[in-house]
């Protein structure tokens, strides 16, 4: 099976900033890559690269097996690449489901009925049908966090792109978030996730790459690439315990 992204010496600096460097590595179709780092590693910034959103200044990105280096942010997720923000930033003053319409009219291309059954459907997967007429607005951060999936979603992707999605949630609300996510990868959606909480990027991915100063540190297996020494003492500290990780 042919890879669905391969990147290839993948580069970007802001002035002397290095925010990636000679970045190289590939995702099989259907699984899900975790990325770890510490803050400033440059994680984001390959998300953004991948996505569209930044422009890079060295390397080449290949989707499904086409050259997209040069491709829009916009062209992009017509091809079947979505993502979602740390941080949500939902119309505020429209419905759940309005939300979620936006998605799949602009980011999918896919209005009308058939625009109304994929925003349907990507409410169901995340698990908000009962919030559908809900102000965004009047939305806890759980379901902030679900409505920022159910945007990408709705784009119709074959790649999602997430960006610290658990970030902020309490351990009650990150079982739901990580069955849903697991959901999406064995449905067939290649999933790269970005987060801080290890522990549930763990119950979730297949393989595991750690990025340090815009550089890959480790890739592999995950739990061989957690307790590589190098990423304990770059990333985690020397107080790391593994067991945190894998509970």
Avoid at 135 to 158: H, I
Avoid at 188 to 209: N, Q, S
Wanted: charged letters at 20%; proline letters at 5%.
């Amino acid at each position: 099976m042919s890879p669905i992204l391969e990147v290839e010496g993948l580069s970007k600096r802001f002035g002397k900033v290095v925010t990636a460097e000679d970045v190289s590595f590939s995702v099989e179709r259907g699984t899900a890559l975790g990325i770890v780092g510490p803050n400033g590693a440059g994680k984001s910034t390959l998300l953004s690269l991948i996505g569209g959103v930044l422009p890079p200044d060295a390397g080449v990105i290949r989707y499904d097996g086409k050259d997209i280096t040069k491709a829009s942010a916009g062209a992009r997720s017509t091809m079947g690449i979505a993502r979602s923000f740390q941080i949500p930033r939902p119309f505020v003053d429209m419905t759940v489901f309005e939300n979620v319409y936006v998605g799949a009219s602009f980011g999918g291309r896919t209005t009308g009925q058939a625009g109304y059954d994929q925003a349907a459907e990507a409410l169901e997967i995340a698990g908000l049908t009962h919030l559908a007429n809900v102000p965004a607005g009047q939305l806890r951060l759980l379901d902030r966090k679900r409505l920022e999936l159910a945007r990408a979603l709705a784009t119709g992707p074959q790649l999602i792109l997430l960006d610290e999605i658990a970030g902020g949630l309490t351990e009650k609300e990150l079982p739901p978030l990580i069955e849903m996510i697991r959901g999406l990868r064995d449905s067939g959606v290649t999933v790269i996730w970005i987060e801080h909480i290890v522990h549930a990027l763990l119950a979730v991915v297949d393989d595991l790459m750690c990025l340090a100063f815009g550089r890959i540190l480790a890739h592999g297996d995950p739990q061989t690439v957690m307790r590589s020494p190098e990423v304990i003492e770059v990333y985690l500290g020397s107080t790391f315990d593994m067991g945190e990780a894998a509970s």
